[in-house]
């Protein structure tokens, strides 16, 4: 498995995956004969490219320290790499610099000032909370908390307590239950850990995680091993509430800086303004700003 910070494995897996994933027709490309490989050739790739096939042979192989941006961006138009996977590439070519590749000791984790937990609480009717690029729920507001239960609850939290998504999602069977679309789920969490990957490949906590997830989680190895990248994420969140029965939110993640080394996401869930769905969200702050943590509201029917 490729969790740990291998350089050269991850560049010739994400390239070689990106290039299967276009058809000769989807660039122009004659599509007669026989072809071995599903997606582009390597030959094709470095024609669209502009640079030799060797050359791109070379590259898909994993050495790319030293390459110019520019021909970074050429290989990334011939690919059709999104924003995300393009960000995700030049992440990789960053921390194949020799200066990056020095062993770096377990990073601590950065608190979240008191400021934005003050921040949190002032949102009544929103689930806010922080995470951080490892996915752990780092700081959150009373809505949240009560949204999230099953997950705060669950056995997959950290010895502070604090929920990490990609846990929950592959190792806690419930989660499967509690996010009606779980496959998207789990595949957005699959590709935010993987960008996370390629920004801060020296994070030993990060690649434990994978590790972890690796060796436990069969739905995981299959979703890491596409080598998909999320970097921004918002849309429509389906929840299956144990207490307050189906929920449809509309969620949005920011970046939120908490420390010069440090960039966090600020997410928020809000629901539709006069909708079903508003009207449970309202009935779950109302008894999360007046009920002690270890209660439940009753049951919306």
């Known amino acids: 498995m490729d969790h740990r910070p291998d350089h050269r494995d991850n560049i010739r897996d994400f390239l070689a995956s990106r290039r299967g994933k276009i058809t000769p027709a989807q660039v122009g490309l004659p599509t007669s004969g026989r072809r071995r490989v599903p997606g ?70 950065v608190e979240v000032p008191p400021s934005i937990q003050w921040m949190l609480d002032s949102m009544t009717m929103s689930a806010a909370f922080v995470r951080s690029g490892r996915g752990d729920i780092v700081a959150a507001n009373a809505l949240c908390r009560a949204l999230y239960a099953p997950m705060f609850d669950s056995d997959t939290t950290d010895e502070r307590g604090r929920p990490n998504f990609p846990r929950y999602f592959f190792l806690d069977p419930g989660s499967q239950h509690f996010f009606v679309d779980w496959k998207d789920g789990a595949q957005t969490t699959a590709a935010l850990l993987r960008a996370e990957a390629g920004r801060d490949p020296n994070d030993r906590a990060l690649r434990e995680l994978i590790g972890e997830l690796s060796t436990l989680s069969s739905e995981f190895r299959t979703m890491w091993a596409a080598h998909d990248v999320r970097i921004r994420h918002d849309g429509i969140k389906r929840l299956s509430h144990p207490e307050v029965g189906d929920l449809e939110l509309t969620y949005r993640a920011l970046d939120l800086p908490v420390s010069d080394r440090a960039v966090h996401e600020l997410t928020l869930y809000t629901a539709e303004p006069g909708t079903l769905f508003e009207d449970r969200l309202k009935l779950l702050a109302s008894w999360a700003a007046t009920q002690p943590r270890t209660t439940r509201p009753t049951r919306h029917r």
């Not at 470095?46 to 021909?71: C, Q």
């Not at 138009?77 to 020799?98: I, M, N, S």
Request: without cysteine.
């Open 40 to 109: 582009l050739r390597r030959e094709e790739v470095a024609v669209l490219a502009g640079v030799s096939t060797e050359w791109y042979t070379r590259l898909e192989k994993g050495h790319i320290n030293g390459v110019s941006e520019d021909v970074l961006e050429a290989v990334a138009q011939a690919l059709r790499l999104d924003e995300d996977e393009r960000t995700y590439l030049f992440d990789l070519a960053k921390a194949a610099r020799p200066a990056r590749r020095a062993r770096t000791q377990r990073r601590k984790d």
